[in-house]
């Protein structure tokens, strides 16, 4: 469920809300960061349209957040790569030897970009991924042949 707060300004004038989206807990039982945004009204909306409009919004983002659509700026490539293998983990129609092999390839290319926050990956570590899979013995990182 997601909560709205408005943020006010000096004047006590609501200028613009956060919200929040519960993310769930970690393995330790503390609560995770929830998922953040902001709505900032037009200056010449009603009330009532503030409200609508606010309505819509929220609905919007906590959908989001529920398919897993948010973009995490904080996060790796790594770990989101993980948290798609696991999906397609849980999917039934999926063999286990082709996750298997995703896990294989992925051990390679987190070698390249897996550190990279997910926001920050651009065409030229793209490239220079490409440039590294072209050349000889590249199938050799991974211990295959």
């Not at 973009?71 to 999906?87: C, E, G, R, S, W």
């Not at 990279?116 to 991974?142: C, M, S, W």
Request: hydrophobic letters at 30%; glycine letters at 6%; proline letters at 3%.
């Amino acid at each position: 469920m997601a909560h709205v707060f408005p943020k006010k300004n000096k004047d006590g004038k609501i200028t613009s809300y956060t919200i929040r989206v519960f993310k769930g807990k970690d393995d330790n039982g503390k609560n995770l960061k929830p998922y953040t945004t902001s709505f900032k009204p037009e200056s010449n909306w009603s009330d009532s349209k503030i409200e609508r409009e606010l309505q819509k919004f929220v609905v919007l983002f906590e959908n989001e957040c529920k398919k897993g659509c948010v973009v995490d700026n904080k996060q790796t490539f790594a770990k989101y790569a993980n948290y798609v293998i696991n999906l397609k983990e849980s999917a039934e129609h999926r063999k286990h030897k082709t996750i298997e092999r995703y896990k294989e390839l992925l051990e390679r290319i987190n070698l390249a970009i897996g550190h990279i926050k997910l926001a920050d990956i651009r065409p030229q570590h793209l490239n220079a991924f490409y440039e590294i899979l072209a050349k000889d013995g590249a199938n050799l990182v991974t211990g295959k042949g």
